[in-house]
Protein backbone atom coordinates (compact mmCIF):
# COMPACT_ATOMS: atom_id res chain seq x y z
CA UNK A 1 0.00 0.00 0.00
CA UNK A 2 1.29 3.24 -0.82
CA UNK A 3 1.33 6.34 1.17
CA UNK A 4 -1.64 8.31 -0.98
CA UNK A 5 -3.80 4.79 -0.33
CA UNK A 6 -3.04 5.07 3.39
CA UNK A 7 -3.57 8.93 3.83
CA UNK A 8 -7.42 8.36 4.10
CA UNK A 9 -7.12 5.93 6.66
CA UNK A 10 -4.60 7.89 8.84
CA UNK A 11 -7.06 10.92 8.19
CA UNK A 12 -10.11 9.05 9.51
CA UNK A 13 -8.04 7.80 12.19
CA UNK A 14 -7.11 10.81 13.29
CA UNK A 15 -10.49 11.88 12.86
CA UNK A 16 -11.96 8.98 15.23
CA UNK A 17 -9.24 10.32 17.78
CA UNK A 18 -10.17 13.47 17.81
CA UNK A 19 -13.62 12.64 19.02
CA UNK A 20 -12.39 10.45 21.37
CA UNK A 21 -10.58 13.25 23.02
CA UNK A 22 -13.39 15.04 22.76
CA UNK A 23 -15.72 12.85 24.58
CA UNK A 24 -14.68 13.68 28.13
CA UNK A 25 -14.16 17.15 28.29
CA UNK A 26 -17.76 17.23 26.83
CA UNK A 27 -19.41 14.67 29.73
CA UNK A 28 -18.01 16.75 32.22
CA UNK A 29 -19.06 19.66 30.45
CA UNK A 30 -22.27 18.50 30.87
CA UNK A 31 -22.36 17.66 34.39
CA UNK A 32 -20.76 21.08 35.27
CA UNK A 33 -23.19 23.24 33.13
CA UNK A 34 -26.23 21.30 35.24
CA UNK A 35 -24.35 22.10 38.17
CA UNK A 36 -23.57 26.06 36.27
CA UNK A 37 -27.67 26.27 35.97
CA UNK A 38 -28.44 24.78 39.65
CA UNK A 39 -25.87 26.91 41.15
CA UNK A 40 -27.94 29.50 42.81
CA UNK A 41 -29.47 25.97 44.68
CA UNK A 42 -25.98 25.97 46.23
CA UNK A 43 -26.51 29.87 47.36
CA UNK A 44 -29.82 30.22 48.38
CA UNK A 45 -29.16 33.10 50.71
CA UNK A 46 -28.07 35.34 47.50
CA UNK A 47 -30.65 36.44 44.63
CA UNK A 48 -30.25 34.17 41.64
CA UNK A 49 -29.30 36.82 39.13
CA UNK A 50 -26.11 37.52 41.49
CA UNK A 51 -24.85 33.77 41.73
CA UNK A 52 -25.41 33.71 37.29
CA UNK A 53 -23.21 36.80 37.43
CA UNK A 54 -20.53 35.79 39.02
CA UNK A 55 -21.00 32.32 37.53
CA UNK A 56 -20.50 34.24 34.04
CA UNK A 57 -17.70 36.57 34.92
CA UNK A 58 -15.94 33.60 36.28
CA UNK A 59 -16.12 31.65 33.25
CA UNK A 60 -15.08 34.72 31.60
CA UNK A 61 -12.22 35.34 33.02
CA UNK A 62 -10.62 31.78 32.89
CA UNK A 63 -9.35 33.05 29.77
CA UNK A 64 -7.51 35.81 30.96
CA UNK A 65 -5.84 33.30 33.00
CA UNK A 66 -5.23 31.08 30.31
CA UNK A 67 -3.96 34.84 28.08
CA UNK A 68 -1.46 35.25 30.78
CA UNK A 69 -0.36 32.20 30.26
CA UNK A 70 -0.02 32.05 26.48
CA UNK A 71 2.30 35.21 27.31
CA UNK A 72 1.50 36.80 23.84
CA UNK A 73 0.53 41.18 25.19
CA UNK A 74 -2.16 40.64 21.94
CA UNK A 75 -3.53 37.54 22.98
CA UNK A 76 -4.07 39.18 26.89
CA UNK A 77 -5.58 42.97 25.19
CA UNK A 78 -8.50 40.62 23.14
CA UNK A 79 -9.15 38.54 26.02
CA UNK A 80 -9.18 41.54 28.59
CA UNK A 81 -11.92 43.19 26.10
CA UNK A 82 -13.68 39.86 25.92
CA UNK A 83 -14.07 39.21 29.40
CA UNK A 84 -14.96 43.06 30.10
CA UNK A 85 -18.08 42.46 27.74
CA UNK A 86 -19.07 39.36 29.65
CA UNK A 87 -18.70 41.60 32.73
CA UNK A 88 -20.80 44.28 31.57
CA UNK A 89 -23.81 41.92 30.74
CA UNK A 90 -23.84 40.10 33.78
CA UNK A 91 -24.02 43.25 35.86
CA UNK A 92 -26.61 44.51 33.75
CA UNK A 93 -28.12 41.04 34.06
CA UNK A 94 -28.79 41.69 37.90
CA UNK A 95 -31.05 44.21 37.63
CA UNK A 96 -32.17 42.96 33.98
CA UNK A 97 -34.03 40.27 32.53
CA UNK A 98 -32.82 36.48 33.16
CA UNK A 99 -32.35 36.30 29.48
CA UNK A 100 -29.18 38.22 29.48
CA UNK A 101 -27.56 35.42 31.64
CA UNK A 102 -28.80 32.83 28.79
CA UNK A 103 -27.53 34.96 26.34
CA UNK A 104 -24.37 35.58 27.89
CA UNK A 105 -23.79 32.01 28.19
CA UNK A 106 -25.08 31.60 24.61
CA UNK A 107 -22.81 34.21 23.81
CA UNK A 108 -19.61 32.71 25.58
CA UNK A 109 -20.47 29.14 23.91
CA UNK A 110 -19.85 30.85 20.95
CA UNK A 111 -16.17 32.54 21.78
CA UNK A 112 -15.57 29.79 22.97
CA UNK A 113 -15.93 27.19 19.80
CA UNK A 114 -14.26 30.31 18.33
CA UNK A 115 -11.54 29.60 20.09
CA UNK A 116 -11.23 25.79 19.53
CA UNK A 117 -11.38 26.27 15.73
CA UNK A 118 -8.85 28.74 15.70
CA UNK A 119 -6.43 27.85 18.86
CA UNK A 120 -5.89 31.54 19.78
CA UNK A 121 -4.97 31.27 23.37
CA UNK A 122 -2.41 28.70 22.80
CA UNK A 123 -2.16 25.27 25.96
CA UNK A 124 -6.14 25.42 25.73
CA UNK A 125 -7.07 22.39 23.56
CA UNK A 126 -9.36 20.69 25.55
CA UNK A 127 -10.74 23.40 27.19
CA UNK A 128 -13.08 25.49 24.60
CA UNK A 129 -15.20 22.26 23.85
CA UNK A 130 -15.40 21.56 27.53
CA UNK A 131 -16.49 25.28 28.38
CA UNK A 132 -18.84 25.21 25.25
CA UNK A 133 -20.26 22.34 26.56
CA UNK A 134 -20.78 24.19 30.18
CA UNK A 135 -22.24 27.15 28.70
CA UNK A 136 -24.69 25.60 26.10
CA UNK A 137 -26.25 22.97 29.20
CA UNK A 138 -26.60 25.78 31.39
CA UNK A 139 -27.96 28.38 28.45
CA UNK A 140 -30.87 25.78 27.77
CA UNK A 141 -31.36 25.06 31.26
CA UNK A 142 -31.96 28.29 32.66
CA UNK A 143 -34.04 29.05 29.13
CA UNK A 144 -36.15 26.30 29.45
CA UNK A 145 -36.91 27.15 33.49
CA UNK A 146 -37.64 31.03 32.32
CA UNK A 147 -40.15 30.12 29.57
CA UNK A 148 -41.51 27.33 31.94
CA UNK A 149 -41.89 30.16 34.36
CA UNK A 150 -40.13 28.03 37.03
CA UNK A 151 -38.82 30.34 39.71
CA UNK A 152 -36.47 29.78 42.54
CA UNK A 153 -35.96 33.54 43.50
CA UNK A 154 -36.23 35.87 39.94
Same mark, same amino acid.
Given at each position: MTASERAPDMQRS =????GARGLR?? @?M %?? $? $??GCLQA???LGFFWLHDA @???? #??? *?? @?????VGFAVADGRSRVLAVEIGVASVFVVVAAVGV??? &? %?? #? *??????????????? =??G #? $????????? #?????????????? *?? @?? &??? =????
Open positions: =RATATP @I %WG $V $VWASP @IVYA #FGL *VL @IAAVYTGS &A %WL #F *VAGLAGHGLKDLWQH =RT #F $VAGTRWWPP #FCATVDVVAATLIA *VT @IV &ADV =RVGW
